[in-house]
């Protein structure tokens, strides 16, 4: 079995330390978490709001997903998709619910789904269109850490770039029509994907997908440029509909604990030791999330990780970058009726 050098180890926490405290830091300018809680608060919606958390069984998607359940008192009909039903049931279990006399209507489901499939996105998306009447929120924040090289589902697709890009893009695209309707009606209908705003790099353009120059360093700074291109081409197509691409910072997640990569898990503790002054907890990284994807307005956004507004900084998508990527995704996420 391979194992990566102790010195490379050694650099990569390097790195990653440099990384957290020149990204984690508020600054001048930040919102404050006292005052991102307040405006969180303030969200007294007049509808009863339905909202999708992708990968909201763990990590940054349940902190968010536990923060908008706070705020609305549980008063909403919030979805929560992924694959750990055992996680979800826990986690919807602790949702402020609405007092025995309050005629709120209320629902907080879980729906089971491998997102490296796109044929599973299909059919949770198709389900999740024919039972709402509409979307207010989609919120996708799947994660996927292992540092082997090119790692292909069934479909043909990279699981890392499945599970950051591909399914992402399909969970957009198959709810665009509930969203739509919610906004039709009136009502809130936005978007958020937490990746990393802000760290991405120009994509290569003679290999999307990355099936012939795949590394995972490449792909580390292709997918969150993949993921501007598309939230903005959605922004594009659908006036009126809010799309935000959120860059969290260091967050305390257990994503490095549950790495298939055995040396990843092994060095977990000293990971989380070694970052700890320079992190956020999942409660603090849920209410600056939730912040950055209630205050904005119709558009495409790019936030930081204290919900500050990133505008076009260190981007690097153009249109002709914008239209091949889309064709490229559009046949790659394409499921066989077979």
């Known amino acids: 079995m391979h194992c990566p050098s102790l010195g490379l180890l050694l650099s990569s926490l390097l790195v990653a330390l440099a990384s957290l405290f020149f990204y984690s830091n508020a600054g001048p300018g930040m919102p404050t978490l006292a005052a991102v809680r307040t405006a969180n608060a303030a969200f007294t919606p007049s509808y009863k709001p339905i909202a999708i958390f992708v990968g909201g069984t763990s990590g940054i998607g349940q902190g968010i997903a536990e923060a908008f359940a706070r705020h609305t008192r549980g008063a909403a009909h919030i979805v929560i998709v992924g694959r750990n039903r055992a996680a979800a049931d826990a986690i919807l279990a602790q949702f402020p619910k609405p007092k025995p006399d309050d005629k709120t209507q209320y629902t907080h489901e879980f729906v089971q789904c491998d997102v490296t499939l796109m044929r599973n ?198 249109e002709e970058a914008r239209k091949r990527l889309w064709e490229h995704t559009v046949k790659a996420t394409a499921v066989s009726s077979s």
């Open 121 to 318: 996105v299909e059919a949770v998306t198709k389900d999740l269109r024919a039972r709402m009447p509409k979307i207010n929120f989609l919120v996708m924040s799947p994660g996927y850490m292992a540092l082997r090289g090119r790692d292909e589902t069934e479909e043909g697709l990279d699981r890392k770039l499945a599970v950051h890009y591909y399914a992402r893009w399909k969970f957009v695209d198959g709810l665009l029509p509930a969203l739509r309707r919610a906004k039709a009606a009136g009502e809130d209908a936005r978007v958020l994907s937490v990746l990393s705003a802000g760290h991405g790099a120009e994509i290569d353009l003679d290999d999307l997908g990355l099936k012939k120059t795949f590394s995972v360093s490449k792909a580390a700074v292709q997918a969150p440029t993949y993921n501007d291109l598309m939230l903005q081409e959605f922004a594009a197509r659908n006036p009126g509909i809010t799309f935000v691409h959120a860059y969290p910072g260091g967050v305390r997640t257990s994503i490095l604990a549950s790495s298939e990569s055995w040396w990843i898990r092994a060095s977990y503790p000293l990971v989380l030791g070694l970052t700890y002054p320079f992190t956020t907890s999942l409660h603090e990284t849920g209410e600056y999330m939730l912040h950055g994807l209630l205050n904005r307005k119709e558009g495409f956004w790019r936030v930081g990780s204290r919900a500050e507004d990133l505008g076009m900084k260190n981007y690097f998508g153009s």
